[in-house]
């Protein structure tokens, strides 16, 4: 009996929800394709009629997901005049939106797996590089509207909010969540962004300049 088009896509979501499950218990080396088709309910003929390999089955869990880092800066590029601040108010909503979706949590641990073959990594490198861009166009953004302090150049921002976000969600992930990650991420991203201003006190930065004082004028001088 020929399998209906809906019955096809719930057998291939049971195979992801299954190998997302599986990824981030055992890790993707770890993991096998009888044991997912296990965990799916499935026999190994249902996999290989929609995924060739546990490579391929990476790159479509990886399409079905959005990860924090890809909504706080689509976010920060699409909309305002003031990167930064976009970028601020995105991340605080996407750090909520993790912090409450086990779905997510899994994703970014399964993504940070580092027993990923060479085949699946090659297609996270293209992920990876594609966000990379992301984070360089806003910040690029940010500069050529002055949102940039002058010492710092677009691709160090870059560099700096993609250390900041990935090692908040890593470090709350590793210390099993023993701190509240959307108020500290909070805390954290607002002294972060002012230091990309300038606007942090402390922070080993010469001062943005600013519009120059005006001076008062000299007082007349006294003639007889």
Same mark, same amino acid.
């Given at each position: 009996?020929?399998?209906?088009?809906?019955?096809? $896509?719930?057998?291939?979501?049971?195979? &992801?929800?299954?190998?997302?499950?599986?990824?981030?218990?055992?890790?993707?080396?770890?993991?096998?394709?009888?044991?997912?088709?296990?965990?799916?309910?499935?026999?190994?003929?249902?996999?290989?009629?929609?995924?060739?390999?546990?490579? $391929?089955?990476?790159?479509? &869990?990886?399409?079905?997901?959005?990860?924090?880092?890809?909504?706080?800066?689509?976010?920060?590029?699409?909309?305002?005049?003031?990167?930064?601040?976009?970028?601020?108010?995105?991340?605080?909503?996407?750090?909520?939106?993790?912090?409450?979706?086990?779905? *997510?949590?899994?994703?970014?641990?399964?993504?940070?797996?580092?027993?990923?073959?060479?085949?699946?990594?090659?297609?996270?490198?293209?992920?990876?590089?594609?966000?990379?861009?992301?984070?360089?166009?806003?910040?690029?953004?940010?500069?050529?509207?002055?949102?940039?302090?002058?010492?710092?150049?677009?691709?160090?921002?870059? @560099?700096? @909010?993609?250390?900041?976000?990935?090692?908040?969600?890593?470090?709350?992930?590793?210390?099993? *969540?023993?701190?509240?990650?959307?108020?500290?991420?909070?805390? &954290?991203?607002?002294?972060?962004?002012?230091?990309?201003?300038?606007?942090?006190?402390?922070?080993?930065?010469?001062?943005?300049?600013?519009?120059?004082?005006?001076?008062?004028?000299?007082?007349?001088?006294?003639?007889?």
């Amino acid at each position: 009996m020929r399998r209906t088009k809906e019955e096809s $896509e719930l057998t291939r979501a049971a195979i &992801l929800d299954a190998a997302e499950r599986v990824f981030c218990e055992q890790g993707f080396a770890g993991a096998t394709i009888d044991g997912i088709s296990r965990a799916a309910g499935l026999t190994r003929g249902a996999f290989y009629w929609h995924f060739k390999d546990k490579a $391929e089955l990476l790159g479509a &869990l990886y399409a079905r997901s959005v990860l924090p880092q890809e909504l706080i800066l689509s976010s920060a590029a699409e909309t305002g005049s003031d990167p930064l601040c976009s970028l601020m108010d995105a991340g605080v909503a996407s750090l909520r939106e993790f912090e409450e979706d086990e779905g *997510k949590q899994r994703m970014f641990r399964i993504m940070s797996d580092m027993t990923i073959g060479d085949d699946a990594r090659t297609n996270l490198a293209r992920v990876d590089a594609e966000l990379d861009a992301l984070i360089l166009r806003v910040m690029t953004c940010a500069k050529d509207t002055g949102g940039l302090h002058p010492e710092i150049c677009a691709r160090e921002a870059a @560099v700096f @909010v993609g250390v900041t976000i990935g090692g908040l969600l890593a470090e709350w992930l590793r210390s099993g *969540k023993s701190f509240p990650l959307a108020s500290y991420g909070e805390k &954290l991203l607002r002294r972060h962004i002012a230091m990309l201003r300038g606007d942090a006190v402390g922070c080993g930065l010469a001062p943005a300049p600013g519009p120059a004082p005006e001076t008062a004028a000299a007082p007349a001088a006294i003639t007889d």
